[in-house]
């Protein structure tokens, strides 16, 4: 079974997405803030970071950059869960370190779709070079 960690600080929010995902037969790891999550990695080793930016303790850029700075863990799929929406915030996330963006209120087929892309592929099929921004996919259809 897949482990997806999600890290959020609001639990409505944590217990919506954990229930999103088990639905969908994965094993579900929650964390309240950024200092969390990279404890819950380094015990865990989960497939694939689902991860708030805006948290208390240590916010969702700083836990990617130290996510990206740790050669164990470098190569993990995290995905910015957000309810930033303003012009270049997208891309401000990407060039950050991560691998997706997902915009709140989650839409279940953006998730699922991001879920194929990093979860079920080979991990040589997730690089940055494959990031994509929902949005703009979702708008094209």
């Given amino acids: 079974m897949k ?7 609001n639990p409505v929010n944590r217990e919506l ?8 037969g994965y094993d579900v790891i929650e964390a309240c803030d950024g200092q969390e999550a990279l404890e819950k990695i380094a015990e865990t080793q989960p497939d694939i970071l689902l991860l708030d930016l805006g948290m208390p303790v240590l ?3 700083g836990t990617v950059q130290k996510i990206r700075e740790n050669p164990h863990f470098s ?11 303003m012009r270049g915030d997208r891309e401000k996330v990407l060039e950050s ?9 989650i839409n279940p ?4 779709q991001e879920l194929e892309r990093f979860v079920n592929k080979d991990s040589a099929e997730s690089g940055p070079e494959n990031q994509i921004d929902v949005h703009a996919r979702d708008n094209m259809v």
């Fill in 17 to 24: 997405l954990r229930e999103l995902l088990e639905i969908r």
């Fill in 59 to 61: 916010d969702g850029f």
């Fill in 3 to 9: 482990k997806i960690l999600i890290a959020e600080d």
């Fill in 97 to 105: 370190g991560f691998n997706g963006y997902l915009s709140k209120p």
């Fill in 75 to 85: 190569s993990l799929p995290v995905l910015a869960v957000t309810a930033y929406a």
């Fill in 109 to 112: 087929v953006a998730l699922d």
